[in-house]
């Protein structure tokens, strides 16, 4: 009895400790031996007693809060629970270390004696087993019911199930999210953690419990993560984990068919469409003026110039001329009023298995941002509208204000005259289109109240008043240019008179442009001419611009009294000269730039084929200016110089080979007429460019030519020949 195999139960290893007389001394009573081993059975009893009571899911709905919580209230009441039932397991567990302990008191094991101590250490390990034993049933309660509230096969079967959680769906800063998430996240609170954090708190258990086989020291943590049946449970509840993530996931994406409504900027949006629809209304409208002119080109003529003078158009100071059709803001408007709809029938809340999803907040903030896209349709005709009124009030007040004196009853005053003629030429600018703007107006009123807008009560009344008085008023206009179309006649002859002058006086100018402006340019042109002729094209500039307001003051005045428009094509072409020139200069100052950088090198250093590469694109740039400019005198100067270094740069490459002996550039220099010193190392790009090689290239090239055969034959023959260099000069002699 002093060996302990599994297979012997708890009484038989007590009755072996207690009848060994290696184990208990001075007992010879057997009835005193019976009554220890039975008070050690009553103990190990009571000890599975205490662990089977345990043996219930540590997280459990109560009836009372069966319907689906937040994400805190959900931790606030069940930590509540599962941390009282930690207290009393730990409590348990204490009671369970006394028994031992009076046990162990009881049958007082010799520890000299190995086999009693054995058979002791068999009892704690049997008594270990019962608790660890204990303890998986526990976890595994808990893990089993866990996972039927998380299996969506299990909860099919229940009747009025409802959710564990009750998560939001919300609109974030960029995109749809979950409040709290459903995966596991880093920092805050989620779904998964939350589930995750539950099932430590199953395994805490384990190390409330200090262990029976070591006197106290240490936990069952280790055989509650190597317990295999436990694994397995947890394998499911990762499974069940990951399809309510993927399943949330495919709700929280059937939402992107909206994602435009956060994605892109709705000021921007309404931006492009104007600026689309507009394009598209500009082509239309200015077909139909160009047909129209056909027709009746004289009036347009005049309406076109007299907009000219006045600038924007008065009635639209401060609104768009041109704007979609009235036909695509309906569209659009009442397109984003169905997806409004749309939204609204969405159905919250969700049920997707044990998760509750509440859509309310989503639903809020997209119907939000459809509304503020609406708004801004909405908006910009009411703006529109009450622009264009207040504008059709004030050119009304205007008018009023300027024909309250009738200059026939003053015929003196020239200046009420040239008043009153302004107001004339207006009205008939803006007459011919306050129709249509009306109308529009009108439209974009009627849309607005379609789209249940708050305005003004009466506003298409106001709008009718307003015009009629704009016509009463224009009636009086054209009364009062009947009475002043005497006056008018006077005034033409004088401003004919005028006009006469000053169109000599533009003659004058553009003659004198032409001689003094810098049209001619040669290659002797240094930095100072190309400074003077900037100053020149800037001084000439500002003249211009000069009487070219004087100009547009009498075409003013040609509106006015009706007379034919002057072009004055002088001062166009000045204009276009001016810019030619700048052109020409610019050209000019940058390719002497260029090689006032070469010049200033030792030409020995000279880099040809790189700067013959540099003097191509030079080349090509001058190809590619406007034709204005290449017609100026000054360009082909320009072109000439440009040729000429294009082709003095190869005759450099050559001239700067070995083969080139003094006697070579003596015939140069004497070609040239032109004294340098090329071998100095002081003889500059600039000295060399001095010879005009361009002038020469023909002979210089059959210098160079002759220079290298030279070298070739000496080369040749220098096996059998004597060759005596005297000065330069090569005396090959033969061998005797």
């Not at 103990?43 to 662990?51: F, H, P, T």
Request: hydrophobic share 35%; proline share 2%.
């Amino acid at each position: 009895c002093f060996f302990f195999f599994k297979q012997k139960t708890a009484y038989e290893i007590s009755a072996c400790l207690v009848g060994s007389e290696m184990c208990i001394r001075d007992r010879t009573n057997v009835d005193g031996v019976n009554t220890i081993v039975l008070k050690m059975k009553t103990d190990l009893e009571r000890i599975q007693i205490i662990m089977k009571s345990f043996d219930k899911p540590l997280l459990e709905r109560e009836r009372k809060q069966m319907k689906p919580l937040q994400a805190d209230d959900f931790d606030q009441t069940y930590k509540a629970i599962i941390q009282s039932k930690h207290g009393n397991i730990k409590s348990e567990g204490s009671q369970i270390h006394k028994i031992v302990k009076e046990i162990m008191d009881t049958i007082k094991i010799d520890k000299k004696n190995d086999k009693s101590v054995n058979a002791w250490k068999n009892y704690q390990d049997y008594i270990n087993n019962t608790v660890v034993e204990g303890l998986s049933n526990v976890v595994q309660t808990s893990l089993i019911y866990i996972n039927e509230q998380l299996s969506p096969a299990f909860l099919k079967k229940l009747d009025n199930y409802l959710p564990l959680f009750d998560i939001r769906l919300e609109l974030g800063y960029d995109d749809i999210k979950y409040e709290p998430a459903i995966e596991e996240v880093t920092h805050g609170q989620s779904v998964r953690n939350i589930i995750k954090s539950y099932i430590l708190d199953f395994y805490h258990i384990s190390t409330l419990i200090n262990r029976l086989d070591t006197q106290g020291v240490g936990d069952y943590l280790i055989e509650m993560r190597d317990n295999f049946d436990l694994k397995y449970h947890l394998s499911h509840v990762t499974e069940n984990l990951d399809y309510i993530e993927a399943e949330t996931e495919k709700y929280r994406q059937s939402f992107q068919v909206y994602s435009y409504l956060w994605t892109s900027d709705a000021k921007e949006m309404f931006e492009h469409f104007l600026h689309e629809e507009e394009e598209k209304e500009v082509v239309n409208q200015k077909a139909a003026q160009i047909a129209q002119q056909a027709a009746q080109e004289d009036e347009i003529k005049t309406l076109d110039e007299g907009m000219q003078m006045t600038g924007q158009h008065p009635l639209l100071k401060g609104a768009r001329e041109f704007i979609p059709s009235l036909e695509l803001f309906d569209e659009h408007i009442t397109k984003m009023k169905t997806i409004q709809v749309e939204i609204s029938s969405i159905k919250t809340p969700n049920d997707i298995a044990w998760i509750r999803i509440t859509s309310q907040p989503l639903k809020i903030a997209l119907d939000s941002k459809v509304t503020n896209r609406i708004k801004i349709y909405t908006e910009f005709l009411l703006i529109q509208t009450r622009v264009t009124l207040k504008n059709l009030v004030e050119f009304v007040d205007m008018i009023k204000d300027g024909i309250h004196l009738d200059p026939s009853e003053k015929p003196e005053d020239n200046e009420l005259l040239m008043k009153v003629m302004k107001i004339i030429s207006v009205v008939k600018v803006v007459e011919p289109s306050t129709e249509k703007i009306v109308k529009r107006m009108k439209e974009m009123v009627s849309l607005l109240k379609k789209h249940n807008v708050p305005m003004e009560e009466e506003y298409l009344n106001k709008i009718d008043n307003v015009y009629t008085q704009f016509g009463e008023t224009v009636q009086r206009v054209y009364k009062v240019k009947a009475n002043i179309l005497p006056l008018q006649a006077q005034e033409q002859v004088n401003v004919k008179k005028k006009l006469e002058k000053f169109q000599q006086k533009v003659k004058d100018f553009r003659i004198e442009f032409k001689e003094t402006l810098p049209f001619i340019y040669d290659e002797t042109s240094g930095d100072d001419k190309i400074d003077q002729s900037y100053e020149l094209i800037n001084q000439w500039y500002f003249k211009l611009g000069e009487i070219e307001k004087q100009a547009k003051g009498y075409n003013e005045l040609e509106i006015l009294f009706e007379l034919e428009q002057s072009g004055f094509k002088d001062l166009k072409d000045c204009r276009q000269d001016l810019r030619s020139l700048k052109v020409m200069w610019d050209a000019v100052s940058m390719i002497t730039n260029t090689y006032n950088d070469w010049k200033g090198k030792p030409w020995k250093q000279i880099k040809a084929d790189v700067l013959q590469e540099q003097n191509k694109m030079l080349q090509t740039m001058l190809k590619q200016l406007p034709k204005d400019v290449r017609n100026l005198r000054g360009y082909n100067a320009i072109i000439e110089k440009v040729k000429n270094m294009q082709t003095v740069l190869p005759l450099i490459s050559s001239l700067l080979s070995e083969f080139m002996e003094r006697r070579h550039w003596q015939q140069i220099l004497k070609l040239t007429g032109k004294d340098v010193d090329v071998f100095s190392t002081s003889c500059s790009f600039a000295d060399i460019l001095k010879m005009e090689l361009y002038r020469y290239e023909n002979q210089v090239n059959e210098i160079i030519d002759v220079a290298q055969n030279c070298l070739l034959y000496t080369s040749d023959a220098a096996d059998d020949l004597l060759c005596v260099d005297l000065g330069g000069r090569r005396i090959i002699k033969k061998k005797k």
